[in-house]
């Protein structure tokens, strides 16, 4: 049974597990104060092209939400996030646990935009309510969309005038990358954010996300932030020798193609069998409206998550696809979707 | 240059390297809830010999400590710790970030006593103080010295008769358990404690702790815990396959036990060389003082931590062994130490 | 110029100025271990008629919410409110601020239904996610609603049943319990919830809210957080003294009587003048709906605040009266208004 | 029978309730937002002789302290005290609960010097330990003790060099500025501090601490932190009242004044009656050191504390005057003691 549920079903690109065998018996400084991570933070700050930005490597999304949302902030700021944010939704409540409130506003789409911010500062006028300080977009959306290079600009743009910060979860950005309709580069996410992360454990490493701070005024002494929260991993190579087999070359954004184009097969698959889709995903997670006995059906030989009743007769569930999907497992599918109907 | 810097200098064992890659194309659940995860908990729980355990995977010792910590306190009560205790010297106030204080009290080898534990409760007596709530030891401890079971016993029937928690630290468990003058096994650590961890890390893992609960009150709801601490690892079997190859049989016990006569045959090379040590180990870590221009030399060829300056002249230093470590790295040593003299 | 701006505006009851000046040279002990401290809480429990609660005194409502919510949940649980409620919004985020996420429910009028808390439960299905356990809920509302005893028996009951908590925010509670269609009695908030307090600031007190606590799991150390939380007031009898006046007859129910009598009458001159609210209350904050122009006029002679935009012509402002509202103040209120017209 | 336990067994000094009498139907805004308030700030302001100083009024001690220092300082970063401190010791973990340790240090006389203060910067080398960031000390000191210009300025002096913030626990800082021995003026503690506090609960008023906040970065929304920790007072001219009251002329310093006179009438009788004390006390708390048949004897017609077993026979207990000690009951005692011995 191939499974579609998530893009961290598998263990790491072959060339990542590779470069740890190769490597393994040699001695390094713990703590990500060894050569391999330094040589990771140096790719990574090539191809964005900026000399100036920083780059830690942290365990996991959750992590380096917390670690960085909690080092930026004082406590009586908060952040702003779509309703749909991983930080609003599926964290377990980090962020609070570290003391601010996530505010939220309703999208269409996954995406905040100056309007919803706007209307976040105008509801927040004195110190009997927090004061929205940070920004938080995923970047691709929980529900597959990408931010334009316009909107990261306008938003960027707004929160420079209003003194808020802006925070790109990259957990999926590999993916928004690589989008069919993305004219957003990694030199763009450092000139329209303070700090934004570029996700390994969604796009092919064996785990990791690289964060990279912008801002000067957030790179102070944020290693004893990462030590604070639990993230600094003594063997912190583990995570670099990832960044630098994705980084070397161009394998980080080869693989996240790859995981697009068999999101686009299925879509097309979907269409093809007459069937629409909850939100307009140009990335690897893609959200089919199905009836639901088609969706019982398609359980039978296929693991995917179940998304949102969408009404009594239809379901929207969500397949996943990741460096490791193969085209056979994308063409069963879809196979099996139009015999079904 | 060889290093006696750490025991996470290299990579893992070979063994879990290679199970890393023999199971690399499978597709499992994520976040823990995948067989590997499952048949790792078994394993150790056969290892403990109870059923009644719960064991969970977590990324570090740190991240371990912090989230079993807030989890099992309320926000009036206090750890109390050695003065050397890692969680009152070196986690960057991860506890106090959770919101608990630590109480920490002096020792002379890095061991709590119920004398200790004794003298805090007097000295908590009203609601003006923290109500002193949970016992924080590690075995073995920061200075490489180890509890006795009865040691252990009286430490737990104190703290059960005063209705306090007590939680072993054991990110160097193997070690402990491997000492010549070791009596404890891992039977009788869930017998004298409400939960602990045996650590994976500093071990031959490639990352993670196997955190054991087994006091039935601490159970409830841990996952949320570890979430919420950004401690769930999304793909959850890279920790739990090592545990599988440490676990299946005895490779952990077998690897820490070659650490520590690692670390023997160092003592026996600094002894016969003429110095003594700071503490009393016997496990993996040891202590020994030298003149400072002896550690000046010695530096020339081996990486190292310092300790302590003992006195104008004198420095202790840190020398770790791992399961990496070999014969031959420590016989130079050794031989250079005589060297030098 | 009068001020309907708040409830607080005034100082203190006589009665209650009066008991501080007669008892001021006598010696008590502090921090709410004195006599009078035991005697306010005696004739609280009287009146509630039950003998097992426990009451405590703090000095604020944000204060009182913080202290309690954050003793009876544990870090991964999360409040239940609406999202008008006050910890919702004024706040500063003081609940987030000890680590926990409020959840927000969108209302008609300011009331939870079992309805909006099922919905929450639907909506949080495993460890991702925070654990909503505690159900907070303001009589008065922050629109001048109040809860009626087949809601606040329902919703209790239907917690029960999902191992939730109740929390009644009752800074305005006298105001709740004087309204003209209540039902609900002191007796039954203690039997329909599992904490709730007797709002003293907002009703004749110098200062003051008392936690009435019923369940008997959140009894235990209570006095350590609200040490811990800075609200242990070292001269706790400048509380306790006023809640002995307020409660050692009626003086408590009779003054919230008084300001809702005085919202009535603010009431029918508005809707004499032809004028409509924004909410249907029944307590001592009302919610009148104004052409922008009349806003302003009225301004010139009385102080309030405005509440909310209704559309671009017309706005609702809030009128508080209290113990202290003079009738005369009220009249002239309804006379300028309907001259204005 | 007359209680030397502590400074606040009273009520408030006869002007302060007179002028709560006095205003009491007045209507103010809240919050602090009062004319009366603004009036006491620029007061309080004059006495200390700088314009730039901000000040604010809280509630209590705890509640000042937690406050002020979880504002001041990013998640990473520690507070140093002395190990006697009152945030050490006796506020249940407050400034631990908002998230930051307290390195404590061992004083002979409860006051922390540059040494001390080096000493623990010296200690803590990366970011695997906590920042000390912000020393905390007492005037006077918990055991009575104060500080001398040249000592803070020495400690002010140190702590720039060295980017620390230095806040001064006042809550009985009357008693310090009125000792025989100081030399200290409320301008001294602005110039050597980044923010201090005058305490007015343990000298004479009803309630409430001004703080006084001297460095510029840390004014910046510090409402936002007073209203989030639950200590805005609604009807916060409660507190500015008495400050008016206290420092309108010099009853601030009169009444401390007395209070040290009446500690020193004491300290005079025990010396007669040929005892020592614990500590070398100018201010209203004493420590004398008496037989334990003593202690009982007197027990029997006075209250006070035990403060510590100095031997098996010996114990030192608390006594502490007061603006309302009346030089009878310190006579009284006196007497007693003579006679006893």
Same mark, same amino acid.
């Given at each position: 049974m191939y499974s579609f549920r998530n893009d961290y079903s598998e263990g790491a690109h072959p060339n990542i597990l590779e470069s740890l065998l190769r490597t393994n018996t040699e001695q390094t400084l713990g703590y990500g104060e060894d050569a391999y991570t330094q040589k990771a933070q140096t790719l990574i700050k090539q191809h964005i092209g900026r000399e100036d930005v920083v780059v830690h490597f942290l365990v996991g999304g959750t992590q380096t939400n917390l670690t960085a949302i909690s080092a930026f902030l004082r406590p009586h700021e908060a952040a702003i996030a779509a309703s749909s944010g991983h930080i609003a939704? #599926?964290? *377990?409540g980090a962020i609070e646990a570290t003391g601010h409130k996530v505010i939220t506003v309703e999208t269409e789409d996954g995406k905040l935009t100056v309007a919803h911010i706007a209307s976040v500062l105008k509801a927040? *006028?004195?110190? #009997?309510m927090v004061k929205p300080k940070l920004v938080y977009i995923s970047d691709? *959306?929980?529900?597959g969309t990408i931010y334009y290079k316009e909107e990261l600009q306008a938003i960027y743009e707004y929160c420079k005038a209003h003194h808020l910060l802006v925070m790109i979860d990259g957990a999926r950005l590999g993916s928004a990358l690589m989008a069919i309709d993305n004219d957003v580069t990694l030199n763009d996410l450092a000139n329209f954010s303070d700090a934004f992360y570029i996700g390994g454990t969604k796009n092919g490493a064996l785990l990791g996300e690289a964060l990279v701070i912008v801002n000067d005024n957030l790179k102070e002494d944020f290693r004893y932030h990462i030590k604070q929260k639990g993230?600094?991993?003594?063997?912190g190579r583990i995570i670099s020798l990832g960044y630098i087999e994705l980084f070397k070359e161009r394998l980080f954004f080869d693989i996240a193609q790859h995981a697009n184009n068999m999101a686009m097969l299925l879509l097309e698959g979907i269409s093809e069998a007459g069937y629409s889709t909850l939100t307009k995903s140009t990335t690897n997670q893609v959200f089919p409206i199905f009836p639901k006995e088609v969706v019982k059906k398609l359980r039978e030989n296929f693991d995917f998550s179940d998304w949102e009743e969408v009404d009594e007769q239809n379901m929207a569930i969500r397949l996943v696809t990741s460096w490791a999907t193969p085209k056979e497992a994308v063409q069963e599918f879809c196979m099996e979707l139009k015999k079904i109907k």
């Open positions: 939704v #599926h964290e *377990t927040h *006028t004195d110190e #009997h691709s *959306t929980e529900v993230g600094l991993l003594a063997k």
